[in-house]
């Protein structure tokens, strides 16, 4: 290996290095007892591994919590993807009058302010009765992702050979067999890109998830780490922080790992495509 490259790999080893460490720190503050959490001069590393923060935010029956993200996460997902991949079809693909205009209209709502439209959208919620629930934060999410979603869908169908699907035609395929039996194993990469993103939307979403529910027991994990995070007098709990703050990055980096290939590929191919 010649010293250029060897010097190339050093630098991009201290690059991820610089990233991962915050990571790899939080996971070890996490194990710090609060005793040690208010000495001072502060300690970087624990002196001692202790569980105390993980068995007090089981004991405030976290994984209740959890499991309600868990819920919303998996309903937002679905029902996103779905769309955005139905939607990004008929853009790329069928002509209809306003197809333009329409398209615009959706994007547009990406520059509207969320807090502005607080007050209507708990209106809304309200009067169908699905303020503390699941189902209303599913479908709060889901309109905030679709608009990212439709975009990414249509491009990545619009970088597809039309010749590719008018041979299904001509073999007798319908449009639903087409888009599902030979166009969607050509999208991969935009779906999971679509689903990654409806993902990180719902899982650490706070200020929605915090208006629209008020009863403990519907509370996703962002909301119930907020209010756990507050010690007697008003002070910071940092160890309670830290540790709920490991409950919501492992599932993301879990999921970013998994999906990553496809999510590059998928805003590469956007990038450059339609």
């Not at 004991?59 to 997902?77: F, K, M, P, Q």
Request: proline share 5%.
């Amino acid at each position: 290996m010649s010293l250029p490259r060897k010097a190339a790999y050093a630098v991009w080893a201290l690059v991820a290095l610089l990233f991962v460490a915050p990571l790899g720190w939080l996971v070890l503050s996490s194990f710090k007892t609060g005793a040690e959490f208010a000495q001072s001069p502060p300690t970087y590393l624990p002196s001692h591994f202790s569980l105390e923060n993980y068995r007090r935010l089981l004991d405030a029956g976290l994984w209740t919590n959890v499991a309600n993200s868990a819920l919303v996460t998996a309903g937002t997902v679905v029902i996103a993807t779905v769309i955005a991949v139905l939607a990004g079809y008929g853009f790329a693909r069928f002509q209809f009058r306003g197809r333009g205009l329409l398209f615009v209209v959706i994007l547009s709502t990406l520059m509207i302010p969320f807090q502005s439209i607080v007050p209507s959208l708990y209106v809304i919620l309200d009067t169908l009765h699905l303020t503390n629930s699941k189902v209303g934060l599913v479908l709060l999410y889901t309109v905030f992702a679709l608009p990212f979603g439709v975009f990414t869908m249509r491009a990545a169908f619009a970088s597809v050979p039309a010749a590719i699907e008018e041979a299904a035609f001509v073999d007798g395929a319908g449009s639903m067999t087409t888009l599902v039996r030979v166009l969607a194993p050509m999208v991969t990469p935009g779906i999971a890109t679509v689903a990654l993103y409806a993902f990180f939307t719902a899982w650490n979403e706070f200020l929605a998830a915090l208006i629209f529910t008020t009863r403990q027991e519907q509370y996703t994990l962002p909301v119930v780490l907020a209010n756990l995070q507050t010690g007697g007098g008003g002070t910071l709990n940092w160890g309670v922080l830290e540790t709920g703050a490991v409950f919501a990055a492992v599932p993301c980096i879990v999921i970013f790992l998994i999906l990553q290939r496809y999510y590059v590929a998928g805003l590469t191919g956007g990038a450059v495509k339609g």
